[in-house]
């Protein structure tokens, strides 16, 4: 990954879902043509495990460098190397989930493990999609902690998804990150210190790249902390409110090519 040292910006870093593509989980033609045009490098920095950057790379010419699990594991596609990952220790998946299933009568918890690239859930997690080897029941609550995870997931079918969050942050402090990017009471759990922004950092820092010259697009809570460190931070038109409250500048939804239609105008392209 080369930055380009002429101008402020030197990358570009996006969300993915909800923001670069679209409600159908496609890249539309605009923002493909924007990729392929665009004078800096790009970055996705996803909530994503590792085994969901495939749809996404099968639409495009060239895989891109990827943020996952919302800061956890840093990837490079074109070696397929896990260059960073910092997931949550057994000892404190063990002790969260204790003080989960406290706190919330009805909640139901998984965990991304292997970086990512499998998934364990209790059997009251509902699989709405996703089908294969990787992605399995558990056996018992005892598996559930026995290996280090780079994500927590905790789900409840009866909150609200706001309520939900500050429940969970509130229950777990500064013990971990809580975050979440889904429109249901889901949320995401990752290591003390794990967030989209510090595994940008880390990966700007190694290209000599500073947070100022770094414009980043996002959708959810989970993006708070990316598009406050960059230099410039851009909403899409369907972001989160308290995504918006932070954000630079606001540009149109991710079915109106809001990223694409920013950055023809910030690269004159």
Known sequence: MQADPEGP?????????????????TLSPRTLDVLARIPVPVVVVTGRPLRWLQQLYDQLPAPLPAICANGAVIYDPDNDQVLRAQPLAAEMLLDVTKRLRDAVPDISLAVEIEDGRAFL??????????????????????????????KLLARSDTADPDDFLALVSSTLGDRVEATRSSSSALVE???AGVTKAAGLAWLCERQGITADQVVAFGDMPNDIPLLSWAGRGVAVGNAHPALRAVADEVTGTNDEDGVAVYLESLFSL
């Open 9 to 25: 910006w030197r990358l570009v870093a996006s969300d993915i879902d909800g923001t670069l593509i679209t409600s159908e989980r």
């Open 121 to 150: 859930h209790e059997d009251t997690w509902l699989i709405r999609w996703e089908h294969d080897h990787r992605v399995r029941v558990i056996a018992s609550a005892e598996e559930l902690t026995s290996l280090p995870a780079v």
């Open 189 to 191: 759990i990752s290591a």
